[in-house]
């Protein structure tokens, strides 16, 4: 079974920049979560999605953030501009549960905002 | 909102020998306790879980033990293996609210 895929791995861009981040859940999986990992830090969650909804997007940094999940498969995580401080990796995960038991995680995007 | 705090930082252990991790929560209602393993360039994967109605769980070499009481959870690993080598964290989890993680713990084994 393939495991959670993002792309890109690796995306260096100036500030004020826009970037995207690509995440395909594993098959199945109707729950779906963007954090952030800062150096050194434990992953924060972004948002959450039960299939196309975001049920929890609280700590999204909605000035500069969007994220959507058309058809409740495929997921694209946006920041538009970046600032310095959004340097970090950002982690995809997915379950199959409607709770945040037994989340897999994607291999993370790293950003460098220059 | 959810506090998690982990310690240590870094632990270097000779091959063979145990290694503990321990965190600490601040909301007694949370109920789910992952710890996640983190190797170099990839993301967190889940290693072991315990959920608040049992003390203790293991597997194979990895055991977890929580004390709601104390609020506290601990990661047992034993006869240390140079691939454990990994940056450790935990979670805890209140009913269906977020993930909170702890700021993790890099795990040296030395050879």
């Known amino acids: 079974e393939a495991g959670v895929v993002q792309s890109p791995r690796y995306k260096i861009i100036e500030k004020k920049q826009p970037v995207a981040f690509w995440c395909n859940p594993i098959s199945g999986h109707n729950t779906l979560y963007w954090y952030r990992q800062n150096l050194g830090q434990g992953p924060e969650l972004l948002i959450r999605y039960e299939n196309e909804e975001a049920v929890d997007d609280s700590q999204l940094p909605k000035d500069r953030f969007s994220a959507e999940r058309l058809k409740g498969v495929d997921s694209t995580l946006k920041i538009q501009p970046a600032e310095l401080g959004d340097s970090a990796v950002y982690l995809c995960a997915s379950s199959s549960s409607g709770n945040y038991n037994e989340q897999f995680f994607g291999p993370g995007t790293r950003l460098t905002v220059l | 909102g959810e506090n998690v705090e982990q310690h240590p930082s870094t632990l270097s252990v000779q091959e063979g020998d145990s290694a503990v991790i321990k965190c600490t929560y601040s909301?007694?209602?949370?109920?789910?306790f992952p710890w996640y393993k983190q190797e170099l360039g990839k993301g967190p994967q889940l290693i072991i879980d315990i959920r608040s109605n049992v003390g203790e769980k293991k597997d194979q070499r990895i055991a977890v033990t929580l004390n709601k009481t104390a609020k506290h959870f601990s990661l047992h690993i034993t006869e240390t293996q140079p691939e454990d080598s990994a940056v450790y964290f935990c979670a805890a989890l209140r009913g269906n609210e977020k993930l909170t993680f702890g700021t993790g713990t890099r795990l040296t084994i030395i050879p």
């Open positions: 909301d007694s209602a949370s109920n789910y």
